[in-house]
């Protein structure tokens, strides 16, 4: 079993996943990243999932747990969490819809369960913050694009200049979005196919590392955007509009228009969070996480033209 990430005492974490499960084989590391490191551990009826969480994404384990604990019909099993040493340990929930190749049908039934856990987490959303889940609230974006302006982005000068000069605008569409009324709660914000797993007919819910507090339509900006790109549908395409208003079933009616503000808006807000990774990334780590980046920061600067 290799070195965890941050040099953790990889046979304390063994020792750990023993405690709780009883591997059938050799523990082993599948993913590692400078955001979290993920382990396979094999089991006689199938299979555990080890993740240990960096620092900017330590409260996960925590969050997913408390997830578990309310909808545990859509979110990974937890079968064991350490808050203070941000490690996480998941039951197997199964195959990501990435290697069905994205079909839209897996989101139209995955995004109202969705969006019923996201009401249902309204009610839980200080306690989220006071455990450090990021606050993305509307009211802070400004301030935030702000700030953001200020950091070495791996854009062009031009392109940079482009977003300084949308400021004003932004803080506008975000007071326009503030006045529709929809109550803030837990964005996901990695909404992809890699992060919606099948199992005997049932979709879950994973990955929570990237998510935070805000407003909750804002989270198809990310299955939209992957739905263009992988699946190669057209914004004209009529699956998003029946994508979004599957989506809103469970919020009620006349939230359309709130819903393309907000996408609008979480197009920009995904900057600043996908910042967030970037400024607890090593130097030497940021030339190959850029490259993403720019594609999200020009996705914004696309907005700006419109």
């Not at 049932?202 to 929570?208: C, G, N, Q, T």
């Not at 939209?224 to 029946?242: G, H, K, V």
Request: proline share 7%.
């Amino acid at each position: 079993m290799p070195l965890l990430l941050n040099s953790l005492d990889s046979a304390a974490a063994e020792d750990w996943i023993r405690a709780h499960v009883e591997p059938v084989g050799a523990i082993e590391a599948v993913h590692v990243r400078p955001w979290a490191t993920v382990l396979r551990v094999p089991l006689a009826d199938g299979v555990a999932w080890f993740k240990q969480c960096a620092p900017v994404q330590a409260f996960e384990p925590r969050l997913t747990a408390e997830l578990f604990a309310r909808w545990p019909d859509r979110v990974a099993e937890v079968l064991a969490y350490d808050e203070e040493r941000a490690w996480l340990l998941l039951g197997d929930a199964g195959t990501p819809i990435r290697t069905l190749g994205n079909p839209p049908e897996k989101w139209l039934a995955v995004l109202p369960l969705y969006a019923e856990l996201q009401r249902g987490e309204t009610a839980h959303i200080l306690q989220h913050l006071i455990h450090h889940v990021p606050d993305l609230r509307v009211a802070t974006l400004p301030a935030r694009y702000r700030d953001l302006l200020h950091h070495d982005l791996p854009l062009a000068s031009d392109e940079i200049g482009r977003l300084r000069s949308y400021a004003p605008r932004f803080a506008e569409l975000c007071d326009e979005l503030t006045e529709c009324g929809v109550p803030e709660t837990l964005q996901h914000d990695d909404l992809h196919m890699g992060n919606v797993y099948e199992q005997a007919g049932r979709l879950r819910l994973l990955d929570w590392g990237d998510a935070s507090i805000s407003h909750p339509f804002a989270s198809l900006v990310v299955t939209f955007r992957f739905l263009e790109e992988i699946n190669n549908l057209r914004p004209t395409d009529p699956w998003f509009m029946r994508l979004r208003d599957a989506y809103l079933e469970p919020w009620g009616k006349g939230f359309s228009e709130a819903f393309m503000l907000a996408i609008r808006v979480g197009t920009f807000a995904h900057t600043v969070a996908w910042a967030r990774q970037r400024n607890a990334l090593p130097l030497n780590a940021r030339p190959d996480f850029d490259v993403g980046y720019a594609v999200v920061l020009r996705r914004a600067i696309a907005l700006t033209f419109e």
